[in-house]
């Protein structure tokens, strides 16, 4: 007997739908059954690491820490019993078993923990999938490989979800505890990511609080050639009145010089140029899809998530969570029937393309677990608004990779009016190649066309303008710019930091998967008796701290509010995951870690209690959607129950693991707001009939409340 285990229902459908063409006949609650062929399915986690409790009743009081399990305990998530029952009985007659598992550390980690529970002793192999689609499925198919050769990346998957637990549950518990000593209820959520992400928003503040703006000056000429404007700039000489940073600070100067030159015969006195070329930009992975979906629509990292998964689901796109930017050279071939498609679709710039040439994107080298995300060449039908966006900015990232680079002189020029030298660069384009159907979002990246510029042309009367211009604060980031940082945090950090070149390779902090939720979390609020207030909050599209996550910065031990210790975890997560490093030496150092916080957390309780008392006093919105918190909830009446609730405004918001809108009950006109502590989602009330009582439960944590 041959067991598939899916990570999700939807990816064991994909696989049976492959093996059988009559695949729906052969369903049942818990699988997919033909002959001697079982393909079932998790449901995500369906085994959950334990809570502190469970490692002895006393630990059930936040008070008690520190907890330094030596026997990790997992148990099965309440939801999923019925599910994992199944599993535990089909692997008893299992002869080989085929782990399907998204293809990274997390897809891993939840299919091997199941089967190392039950004690599964037979023969296991690996399948990765990447995409739904018919051609994708034969090529994981073709590549089916012993399980055995990812041991390693499940122990990286086992140190990942150990190290956070140590990390949160002790240090969250350490730090409230100390804070408590001021008389605060104050909950203080700590996270391995979750803190360096925090202080990146509150360092932002400071630098903008710290700021002071310098008024300066340019003189630009206005000229132009065969009817193509250009400018050039005044160059300063030694002579001129200039800050540090050579800006010219006395307008009077300018205008002194403007005066002498304004009826003076302008002339190019030298002019370089250099032939160049431009590749089309990389397909997307997920973050940065995200980070262009809220430059250019405003939407949330964890709405965007939210449509990727749901075309992914439908077979139009490959797997959503990808931080890869590559495809492998042996599916340019795809290009054809994938162009096709498009052009199916309505996209015209797919029907210009050339299937023949093969961009950057296609190598090897640097694709990781995952591809880039991609269309697989199922016409979409029946998408909604925002999915045939995203779905469409996918789209045309690939069909891009079928056209030329963009052609273009990069041109440096000298012009000179009575003595006074003016300077200037652009670019000539040759040929537009993929710019002739694709432009780019970020207006510092547009081509803008110069003439064709010789030494010895002559401009009579140019057109002098003294622009007064102002230095300008870093700007505030935004979710999408965030989520960017979180990714490229290693440009966060000194350059003679050797943690530098670590974030580099390790990609960041967090994961594809995680970042999103990361952000809501900090924007998000509980509620109760030990309440945390939201240590970010957004003014318009702007992230900004609040007065509690200052305070959290400025306590938390310096160690952990900076990136080096989380690059550091991470490259020592890829050294387990390429068999460099052992899982034993990893705990060892996150075990000492966790203790010399937990001191320095107990050693300064008074400064932070006089903190966070003046934090407490701030308003917290209770409004804002705590999905996408772009909107605000509205109250409504359903004639149907005669109850009033509470939806988002945006008809598009839903929760990103159910796909589906978030109701929220009415309680003395305001929305009922539960949120799980370790996401930062809201909660869902369901009711047990067999219990006969109501439960608070997370759709992403898979876990009851």
């Keep these: 007997m041959t067991v598939y285990i899916a990570e999700k229902p939807d990816i064991a459908t994909a696989i049976a739908s492959y093996l059988w063409t009559d695949y729906a006949a052969c369903r049942s609650k818990h699988c997919y059954q033909k002959d001697d062929v079982i393909v079932t399915w998790a449901f995500g986690h369906i085994l959950m690491t334990a809570m502190p409790e469970a490692y002895g009743k006393e630990y059930a009081d936040f008070k008690k820490y520190p907890i330094f399990p030596t026997e990790w305990k997992k148990l099965p998530s309440p939801t999923a019993k019925g599910q994992f029952e199944y599993i535990r009985t089909v692997l008893k007659k299992a002869d080989v078993v085929v782990n399907g598992g998204d293809p ?4 891993q980690l939840l299919i091997d923990e199941i089967l190392e529970y039950v004690g599964y002793k037979g023969d296991v192999r690996r399948i990765l999938i990447n995409a739904k689609d018919s051609d994708s499925m034969k090529r994981a198919f073709d590549n089916i490989v012993p399980n055995e050769r990812f041991r390693s990346l499940y122990h990286a998957g086992m140190a990942r979800e150990r190290a956070d637990w140590l990390v949160g549950i002790n240090l969250s518990r350490a730090y409230t505890i100390s804070a408590r000593t001021g008389g605060n209820g104050c909950v203080w959520r700590v996270g391995r990511v979750k803190t360096p992400t925090l202080a990146l928003v ?3 503040e400071k630098e903008i609080k710290d700021f002071h703006s310098i008024n300066y000056y340019e003189l630009k000429a206005n000229l132009s050639k065969g009817g193509i404007p250009f400018t050039a700039t005044l160059t300063s000489t030694a002579d001129a009145p200039t800050d540090c940073e050579g800006r010219i600070i006395d307008r009077k100067y300018l205008e002194r010089i403007k005066e002498e030159i304004k009826n003076k015969t302008a002339r190019v006195t030298h002019c370089e140029r250099h ?8 397909p997307y992975s997920i973050d940065t899809l995200q980070v262009e979906a809220n430059k250019r629509y405003g939407m949330s990292p964890s709405s965007v998530l939210a449509r990727v998964q749901s075309l ?3 077979k139009f796109v490959s797997y959503p969570r990808s931080d890869c930017n590559y495809i492998p050279s042996s599916q340019h071939q795809d290009g054809v029937r994938i162009l096709k498609s498009l052009g199916d679709y309505g996209m015209e710039a797919a029907l210009h393309a050339d299937s023949t040439i093969k961009s950057r994107c296609f190598n090897d080298n640097k694709v990781s677990a995952h591809h880039a995300l991609i269309p697989t060449g199922v016409v979409p039908k029946n998408l909604d608004e925002w999915e045939r966006k995203i779905y469409e900015m996918i789209a045309m990232r690939y069909i891009i990779q079928f056209f030329p680079p963009c052609k273009y002189n990069a041109i ?9 030298m003016f300077a200037g660069t652009g670019k000539a384009v040759v040929s537009p190649g993929w710019r002739s159907v694709a432009k780019s979002d970020d207006k510092e990246d547009e081509v803008k066309d110069i003439p064709n510029l010789v030494v010895g042309d002559e401009f009579p009367i140019p057109v002098y303008i003294i622009e007064d211009k102002k230095t300008t604060p870093p700007k505030r980031f935004t979710e ?3 989520l960017a940082a979180m990714t490229n945090i290693w440009r966060f950090v000194n350059p003679d930091n050797p943690n530098r070149e670590k974030l580099k390779e390790c990609k960041g902090i967090g994961t594809p998967a995680t970042r999103d939720s990361i952000i809501a979390d900090l924007l998000a609020i509980s509620s109760g008796k030990s309440h945390s207030f939201p240590c970010i909050q957004k003014k318009g599209k702007e992230l900004v701290p609040t007065d509690f996550g200052v305070a959290m910065i400025e306590n938390i031990h310096e160690s952990l509010t900076k990136p080096d210790l989380t690059a550091e975890m991470e490259y020592n997560l890829s050294a387990i995951a390429d068999g460099k490093m052992g899982l034993g030496d990893f705990m060892e150092q996150t075990e000492r870690m966790v203790r010399e916080n937990i001191k320095f957390a107990e050693e300064t309780s008074p400064r932070m209690s006089l903190t966070i008392k003046a934090a407490e006093g701030q308003e917290v919105p209770n409004r804002e959607c705590p999905v996408c918190h772009r909107k605000t909830l509205v109250r409504k009446y359903s004639p149907k129950t005669k109850k009033h609730f509470w939806i988002c405004q945006e008809n598009s918001c839903v929760h990103p693991t159910t796909l589906k809108p978030i109701f929220y009950a009415d309680l003395r006109m305001k929305p009922v707001i539960k949120l799980c502590p370790i996401c930062g989602l809201p909660l869902i009330s369901v009711f047990s009939k067999k219990k006969k009582q109501s439960y608070w439960f997370c759709p992403k ?5």
Aim: proline share 3%; glycine share 8%.
């Design 275 to 282: 032939s160049q070329t431009e590749s089309s930009p990389l």
């Design 412 to 420: 440096k020029y000298e012009i000179e009016a009575q003595g006074c």
């Design 312 to 314: 992914y689901e439908k």
């Design 202 to 204: 509150v360092n932002r």
């Design 480 to 482: 999408g710019s965030l």
């Design 701 to 705: 944590c898979n876990e009851f409340k």
């Design 104 to 107: 990274d550390r997390e897809g």
